[in-house]
């Protein structure tokens, strides 16, 4: 089978790429503009691991290109899409929000538009906790209100959604979004939280701690996330499924679903900050702020839906998932004492 995956120079694009290009009967074309945001380097660095895989095959190019990504699509004919690629971190989208609308919104559009012109059996798509803003309850749940996210990036991952929900319902695509949270480990960005903090411990520059560090988030290991995806990418909508937001409220086409993957184990911003302390035997210097506006107390994801869908269940404690990633920041960077 033919898989097309965006994103593919990108953290859990690549691990995504990975675990699909290990199977032999997956012959997986990876895209990605590489653009530097963040470390072009990086993102080279996890191609160079991906090309040692026989069924692996990279070509750069921007989906936010219309015209070069429906080539690239037309030319392929992917029976599967996962769509990995976008502008990401929540803060960044308040300084710079045109590319959040280029990328996310321009870029979005065009996948969808090329999925229409020639529709593979399924399309899973990145969205993320960011939707759910500050007002849904704990644990989120996929029906919760998702109608006032609190971050530029949150609003284009929520129009994602929207716009998936329409095309799957006007042109028959089977389409499934999956709301990341706070997924870290081995090749992560260089702009989260775990490799801002490990850099800033061993380079003894403070780590700027909002709301005191009193944070809840859902940490959840690459590993888990790249799993659920692919899981998900080869298990479409059975005929008559549904899953969207909301369903008593609003109908929801049969090939149109939303999934968290997270952990459901938030942990407080201050203690996975002292567990890397423990881990890098090195002494945080810590610089307590308020709360930012666009962020939000606690991230949680109910797993009630996406466990019944597939059977997803996180195998990795924050612990032990700390460890590798340790191991793999200090390699790369250089920081082993």
């Not at 803060?91 to 065009?110: C, D, E, H, I």
């Not at 997270?262 to 890098?280: D, I, K, N, S, Y």
Request: with cysteine; net charge positive; aromatic share 10%.
């Amino acid at each position: 089978m033919k898989i097309l995956v965006t994103g593919a120079a990108g953290f859990i694009g690549m691990h995504v790429c990975q675990k699909l290009a290990s199977t032999k009967r997956c012959e997986v074309l990876g895209l990605d503009n590489l653009n530097d945001y963040y470390s072009v380097e990086l993102k080279r660095a996890r191609l160079a691991s991906l090309e040692k895989l026989e069924g692996f095959r990279f070509v750069r190019a921007d989906f936010a290109d219309a015209a070069a990504f429906g080539g690239i699509f037309q030319n392929f004919r992917p029976d599967y899409v996962i769509h990995l690629g976008a502008q990401a971190n929540v803060r960044y989208s308040a300084k710079n929000p045109a590319a959040y609308l280029q990328s996310n919104l321009v870029g979005f559009g065009n996948v969808l538009e090329a999925c229409r012109a020639h529709p593979p059996k399924h399309t899973v798509f990145a969205s993320s906790s960011s939707v759910y803003g500050a007002s849904a309850k704990v644990p989120f749940a996929e029906d919760d209100d998702t109608s006032h996210p609190l971050s530029v990036y949150g609003a284009t991952k929520k129009s994602n959604e929207v716009l998936a929900h329409s095309y799957a319902h006007l042109f028959g695509l089977n389409l499934t979004g999956l709301r990341f949270f706070n997924v870290y480990g081995p090749w992560g960005r260089p702009d989260t939280a775990p490799t801002l903090f490990a850099s800033a411990i061993c380079e003894g520059r403070p780590i700027d701690l909002y709301a005191g560090g009193m944070q809840l988030r859902d940490f959840t290991y690459i590993d888990d996330v790249a799993d659920g995806a692919v899981k998900m990418l080869l298990h479409p909508p059975a005929p008559g499924q549904s899953s969207g937001p909301d369903p008593s409220e609003r109908p929801t086409p049969p090939a149109f679903r939303i999934f968290n993957l997270g952990h459901h184990r938030p942990v407080e911003v201050m203690l996975f900050v002292r567990m890397l302390e423990q881990l890098l035997g090195r002494p945080a210097r810590l610089n307590l702020l308020p709360a930012q506006p666009a962020d939000v107390p606690v991230t949680c994801a109910s797993l009630d839906r996406v466990s019944a869908a597939i059977g997803y269940t996180p195998k990795m404690p924050l612990e032990e998932g700390l460890k590798h990633f340790v191991k793999w920041f200090q390699i790369y960077y250089g920081h082993k004492k």
